[in-house]
């Protein structure tokens, strides 16, 4: 059997090498930043502009490296001196109980997370975004914001991890398939319902109103054989100057939902080719796809989990005196994380493969011109970089970059 200090030691040795991966990964996109405008860009940003978006780029990457080097030292110092193990004998002085524990423990760990990260988004927000003109945000609507999203967090995720150790002390090594398929259900269901329950917390969405675009939108959706009833236009301008459009739901409960900063900045063409692309995704079971995988890696990590759950070795890793269900949880998720990596990876490469998908369709199926003028701007509107490595796009990209989706779309023209 593995010793804990054997673990612990694995463990040390998992996040550090994750920071200096990321670390290099950021050093390799940052040697594609130019202070010239590339030729091949030339028909997408003026050279003011493209200034500006290399300036925000610089910015967040270095805003980025003291934000996960802070993290990554508040790490290191809760499992070198014990912290981890502090705080479960401050639970077990309150409770035995293993549902309440997990409870107290993640919570506790969680608000202190969130009270320590919130003078960084405050930065981010007010200092950053504000700098390069996309912020939209109050201080009203941020501490909203926060308060709400402690809530759901609390409700949500302390819901499902009561759920997941209630269903293992009861069930045992099954555990993870019984827990496999509530995970599954809850998913489905937010997928659904996403938009009428999630969403209303935060932004408010109305009816898109009648008149040019929404009978575009209409006449589009009948051609490709779209039933489509749901088309909302959500205030994104209420925190961002940044665009953007989604899909949501499955039958009955799909919807369209366009931020009403792009409908601002784009023609009726446009509009309709970017939801030509999201309907895209539906026609083509993408979203379909998105689910069944997403519940595949879940299972794969609810069986591993099962597997190595049960020894006291993993707590005892983290500076336990015994066994315990949320500081296994916690050592595991550790570990667990190179082969979160990988499979991260295949996601991103089916997500990328489906863009090029999505976007093919809105070409056949509607106008490539309308779709190339619409991704040119939204990426000028939103500053994005047109330049990343290849490899900083192989580990995180989820979108081809701009470049390769235009000149897949040209094929077509």
Known sequence: MIMAHTIFIIIIIVIIFNYLFERYLDYLNSTYWSNTIPPELQDIYDAEEYKKSQEYEKAKQRFSL?????????????????GFAFLDKFV????????????????????????LSTPFSIYSIFVIEEKFGFNRTTPKTFVLDKIKGLFLGAIIGGGILAFIVWIYVSTGEWFWVIAWAAIGLFMIFITMFYSTLIVPLFNKQTPLEDGELRVAIEKFASKVGFKLNNIFVIDGSKRSNKANAYFSGLGAKKRIVL???????????????????????????????????????????????????????????LGADEG??????????????????????????????????????????????????ALKKLSVNNLSNLRPHPIYVFFYYSHPPLLKRLSALKTQM
């Open 324 to 373: 315990s269900f949320h500081m296994g949880i916690l050592a595991f998720g550790l570990l667990y994380s190179p082969l979160s990596l990988v499979l991260g990876l295949v996601m991103n490469v089916v997500s990328r493969k489906n863009e090029y998908a999505a976007d093919s369709f809105a070409g056949i199926n509607f106008n490539p011109e309308a779709l190339i003028s």
């Open 259 to 317: 931020y009403d900063t792009l409908i601002k900045d784009h023609t009726v063409d446009e509009l309709v080719a970017v939801l030509a692309h999201e309907i895209g995704h539906y026609k083509k079971k993408h979203t379909l796809t998105g689910i069944i995988l997403s519940l595949a890696q879940t299972g794969l990590m609810l069986f591993i989990l099962s597997l190595f759950i049960g020894y006291p070795v993993l707590s005892q890793a």
């Open 66 to 82: 003291i934000v996960e080097s802070l993290s990554f030292i508040a790490m290191l110092a809760m499992l070198m001196f014990g």
């Open 92 to 115: 077990r002085e309150y409770t035995t109980n293993p549902i309440l524990m997990a409870l107290l423990f993640f919570g506790i760990l969680a608000l202190v997370a969130d009270i």
